[in-house]
């Protein structure tokens, strides 16, 4: 089992040791990689929220009508500047 943790381990740092050591600039690569994250997670959020409205699966925990559409609205508008973000920047 070690064997198996420093193997991904070695597969997770070895890159973004590269990463810090050949970019110029660090500051672009956070951005990038921030814009990148909205986007990606944009389908996983908009699972979550179907999700937490289903009574079936979560019970009385489980979100009104309302609440729902806020989230898609906020999720909506995360893709949206992200997506502004990459077409600013080329």
């Known amino acids: ?13 070895i ?11 660090l500051a672009q690569v956070i951005l990038d ?10 389908m996983p959020l908009v699972l979550l929220i179907d999700l937490t ?6 019970g009385r925990y489980a979100i009104g ?10 999720t909506a508008l995360i893709l949206g500047l992200g997506a502004y973000a990459i077409i600013g920047a080329l």
């Open 1 to 13: 089992m070690p064997k198996l943790f420093y193997a991904f381990f070695a597969v997770e740092v």
């Open 15 to 25: 890159p973004a040791a590269l990463t810090v050591l050949v970019t110029p600039n």
């Open 33 to 42: 990689v921030m814009v990148f994250n909205s986007i990606a997670l944009a």
């Open 53 to 58: 409205r289903r009574r079936d699966v979560v």
């Open 65 to 74: 009508g309302l609440r729902a559409v806020v989230l898609y609205i906020l």
